[in-house]
């Protein structure tokens, strides 16, 4: 597909990543992840001493966001990043006072896009706080097929998905022109019997491979079952149980506004820091 100079690259089929979903939610849907920043969501809101009137939920999957913020906010809807990313969110500038996301974010091809519309549309002093998986999520299995890939067919096709980083994430947050700023990482590892289960929770989490660039024909049993072999090897527990780890990072920040806190100007302290170490005892 050719692009625009400027246009962020298709890292994602989202189309497909729509039938993955759908499909896991006939298999009946893995939720352990979801249902725990579900959980930690509620909490965060918690601790914002404010009502919202006018909210919306970016992309998590299912229906779980809704139970969080009812009673918290007087209208509230879902909104889906489309699987033509240019299309936009449609969302009206200026118009909203809360904007949640829970594990629906790691998959768009334009997360600074995706921020700058969020920005757009909150209003003076509205709120941004959404959850995604990035940092070292499925290191251990990426680890591992890459081993195996390379030892049994001569070359490493991508298996699973790029993740940002916490610093990207901030970074992304005052780009796209947020007030303070902050995020955080929950680490969550998962033990499984093998990297079998594993990767049977991933297709029940919709969360399976949906790169663009990934490798069409089907994965050769020798090099799966290598796979597997390699995880257990560097990535069991004594007890011969694997790792899986996920990286949930959290972001939040707020449309600029003049009432919130500001950091002081370069050379304004009353002060030094060396007048405040001399005064100290030993």
Excluded: C
């Excluded at 901030?170 to 929950?186: E, I, S, W």
């Excluded at 949906?210 to 994965?219: F, G, H, I, N, Q």
């Amino acid at each position: 597909m050719a692009q625009t100079p400027n246009a962020a690259p298709i890292l994602f089929d989202r189309a497909l990543l729509r039938a993955r979903q759908a499909r896991a939610s006939r298999l009946g849907a893995e939720n352990f992840l979801l249902d725990r920043v579900v959980a930690d969501m509620d909490e965060r809101l918690q601790a914002v001493l404010r009502q919202f009137d006018n909210a919306v939920d970016v992309a998590t999957p299912g229906n779980g966001l809704r139970d969080v913020v009812a009673g918290r906010v007087g209208h509230f809807a879902h909104v889906d990043v489309p699987d033509v990313e240019s299309d936009g969110l449609n969302l009206a500038p200026a118009s909203l006072d809360l904007v949640i996301s829970a594990l629906g974010l790691h998959f768009v091809n334009d997360l600074p896009g995706v921020m700058a519309q969020i920005r757009r549309a909150l209003k003076p002093d509205g709120l941004l706080l959404a959850a995604m998986l990035g940092g070292d999520t499925l290191t251990e299995l990426r680890q591992s097929f890459a081993a195996a890939e390379a030892e049994r067919e001569g070359g490493i096709s991508p298996r699973v998905a790029p993740m940002a980083d916490l610093r990207d994430v901030g970074a992304l947050l005052q780009r796209a022109g947020f007030a303070l700023p902050v995020t955080d990482v929950d680490r969550v590892v998962v033990r499984y019997d093998s990297a079998f289960g594993l990767m049977q929770d991933l297709r029940r989490m919709g969360a399976t491979n949906v790169l663009v660039e990934r490798r069409r024909a089907p994965l050769r049993r020798a090099t799966l079952l290598r796979m597997a072999q390699i995880y257990s090897e560097r990535f069991a527990d004594p007890d011969g149980r694997i790792r899986a780890t996920f990286d949930i990072i959290w972001l939040s920040g707020w449309a600029p506004h003049e009432s919130q806190q500001k950091p002081l100007k370069p050379g304004s302290a009353k002060a030094s820091l060396a007048d405040a170490v001399k005064g100290l005892k030993p």
